[in-house]
C-alpha cells in the first residue's frame, strides 16, 4: 500500500490533454498538487478506459467545441488506488481501489434531495467540465468513489461507468423474459447485450451496421443479429417477435432512422430507452407510435447514483457478463492516438489504457 505525506507536494506525470482546437490529443507532461480541499481524495490511475465522449473530444466535434474549456486533461472512465484523503473524509481510506461516478452532484438542487442526482441541475463532469483521468494521478471527490473488491481484474475495474450507463438503459423496464432490441453496438450497446442476457431477455436482437460489432454481440450470445444496411429492420423485428414487436428497446446509436424505425416495431404498452444522442431532430408519429400504444418512453443520463453501481456490482461478483470479449483492446497512455483512431474505425469494443507501459492481465 502506498500512502502520500501530509506534506503538500507538486509531482509531475504523465497525461493527455486537448489543448487545440483540432483534431487529436497531446500526450504530455503535467503537474498537480497534492493538497487537497475538504472531502476530496488523491488517486494513482491504474486503468482508465477509452469513451464515446472523448471520441468527440478527440475530432473536437460541435458539441466538444461548445462544451470544453482548453486545455483540459481529458479522460473520465478509471479505477485507481487512493494515495491521499482529505482530514474530513470517513468513507474510503488509502490503499483502497475504487472505481468513479464521473458526475459529480451538487447534493443540493431539488434533484439530488429527492434521490434523482443522476439528472442534478449542477452536474460537472470528470474530463470534460474538469481535469480529468487520462494521467497518472487525479484529485475527485471521495462521495464519487466505488469501492472495488480487490480479486477483480484490473483491467476490468475502469469499464464499471459506462458499463453503469448500459445496466441504467436496458435494465430500466422489466425485461426478463421480454424480447429485447439492441440498438447500436458500439462499447455501450455491446455491454447492454451482455446485460439482456444476464437478466433474462427471451429474446435479444442487436441492431449494427458495423461487421466487427455484429460478429461481437453474436459471440455475446445476440439471439438475432440485422444488419440495416442490407436487411429491412422492420420487417425482421417483427418476424423474430410473432408480427408483435420489441418489448423494449434500448438505442444506443443515436442515429435518427433507426430511431424513427424503432417507434414503428416498439409493441404495444413498450419501453423505450434512449441513451444514445441524436445529431439531427427525431420525427415521430405521436398519435400512432405513442398515445394508441399506450408506450413508454424513457431518457438515460448516466447511472442513478448510487443504485446502478450496486446493480454492477451485482452482475461482476456473480461472473454474469463477459468483459473479457467485451475488451477488445489495451493501450498504454502514451498511445492514446492511436487508440482513438482504432475507436473511430469502430472495429473494436472496449478500449482500455494504462498510464504506465505495463499492460494488466
Given at each position: 500500500m502506498?500512502r502520500?505525506?501530509?506534506d ?6 504523465n ?5 487545440k ?6 500526450y504530455?507532461?503535467k503537474s498537480?498538487?497534492?493538497?487537497l480541499?475538504p472531502?476530496?481524495?488523491f488517486i494513482k ?8 465522449t472523448?471520441s ?15 486545455p ?7 479505477s485507481?488506488e487512493?494515495?491521499?484523503?482529505a ?11 475504487v472505481?468513479?461516478?464521473?458526475h459529480?452532484?451538487c447534493?443540493?438542487?431539488e434533484f ?5 442526482g443522476h439528472?442534478c441541475?449542477?452536474t460537472q463532469?470528470i474530463?470534460v467540465?474538469?481535469?480529468?483521468c ?10 464519487n468513489?466505488f469501492i472495488?473488491q480487490?480479486?477483480?481484474?484490473q483491467?476490468?475495474l475502469?469499464?464499471?461507468e459506462?458499463?453503469?450507463?448500459a445496466?441504467?438503459?436496458i ?5 426478463e ?12 450497446g455491446?455491454m447492454?447485450?451482455?446485460?439482456a442476457?444476464a437478466y433474462?431477455?427471451?429474446k ?8 466487427f ?11 438475432y ?5 442490407t436487411?429491412d429492420?422492420y ?12 418489448d ?14 424503432a417507434?414503428k416495431?416498439?409493441?404495444?404498452g413498450g ?5 444514445g ?14 398515445v394508441?400504444?399506450g408506450?413508454?418512453?424513457y ?8 443504485d446502478?453501481?450496486?446493480q454492477?456490482?451485482?452482475l461482476?461478483?456473480n461472473?454474469?457478463?463477459?468483459l473479457?470479449k467485451?475488451?477488445?483492446?489495451t493501450?498504454?497512455?502514451?498511445k492514446i ?5 482504432i475507436?473511430?474505425?469502430?472495429n473494436c469494443?472496449?478500449i ?6 505495463k499492460i494488466?492481465?
Amino acid at each position: 500500500m502506498t500512502r502520500l505525506s501530509d506534506d503538500v507536494l507538486e509531482l509531475e506525470m504523465n497525461a493527455v490533454v486537448k489543448d487545440k482546437k483540432a483534431v487529436g490529443f497531446t500526450y504530455t507532461k503535467k503537474s498537480i498538487s497534492t493538497n487537497l480541499l475538504p472531502g476530496e481524495v488523491f488517486i494513482k490511475v491504474i486503468t482508465a478506459s477509452f469513451c464515446g465522449t472523448d471520441s468527440h473530444i478527440y475530432d473536437y466535434n460541435k458539441w466538444a467545441q461548445n462544451r470544453l474549456i482548453l486545455p483540459l486533461i481529458v479522460g473520465h472512465e478509471f479505477s485507481g488506488e487512493i494515495l491521499k484523503v482529505a482530514k474530513d473524509v470517513t468513507t474510503v481510506k488509502v490503499g483502497d481501489i475504487v472505481s468513479a461516478e464521473t458526475h459529480i452532484i451538487c447534493d443540493e438542487c431539488e434533484f439530488c434531495l429527492r434521490g434523482e442526482g443522476h439528472i442534478c441541475q449542477n452536474t460537472q463532469v470528470i474530463g470534460v467540465d474538469r481535469d480529468g483521468c487520462f494521467a497518472e494521478y487525479i484529485k475527485i471527490p471521495a462521495k464519487n468513489c466505488f469501492i472495488n473488491q480487490k480479486h477483480h481484474s484490473q483491467i476490468e475495474l475502469s469499464v464499471q461507468e459506462p458499463l453503469g450507463n448500459a445496466v441504467h438503459t436496458i435494465t430500466h423496464f422489466d425485461i426478463e423474459n421480454k424480447d429485447v432490441v439492441v440498438l447500436g453496438c458500439g462499447p455501450i450497446g455491446i455491454m447492454a447485450v451482455d446485460v439482456a442476457k444476464a437478466y433474462n431477455a427471451k429474446k435479444v436482437i442487436a441492431i449494427e451496421i458495423n461487421d466487427f460489432r455484429r460478429n461481437l454481440a453474436k459471440d455475446l450470445g445476440a439471439d438475432y443479429i440485422i444488419n440495416p444496411l442490407t436487411e429491412d429492420v422492420y420487417e425482421k423485428v417483427m418476424e423474430y417477435t410473432n408480427g408483435m414487436g420489441a418489448d423494449v428497446i434500448g438505442d444506443f446509436s443515436g442515429n435518427k432512422t433507426a430511431i424513427e424505425t424503432a417507434f414503428k416495431y416498439l409493441k404495444r404498452g413498450g419501453g423505450f430507452a434512449i441513451l444514445g444522442i441524436p445529431d439531427e431532430n427525431i420525427e415521430i408519429d405521436i398519435t400512432n407510435d405513442v398515445v394508441f400504444k399506450g408506450v413508454r418512453i424513457y431518457g438515460v443520463t448516466g447511472r442513478r447514483i448510487y443504485d446502478t453501481w450496486y446493480q454492477v456490482k451485482d452482475l461482476l461478483d456473480n461472473n454474469k457478463l463477459h468483459l473479457d470479449k467485451i475488451i477488445t483492446h489495451t493501450f498504454p497512455l502514451s498511445k492514446i492516438n492511436e487508440a482513438a483512431e482504432i475507436m473511430s474505425n469502430k472495429n473494436c469494443g472496449k478500449i482500455v489504457l494504462f498510464p504506465g507501459e505495463k499492460i494488466y492481465e
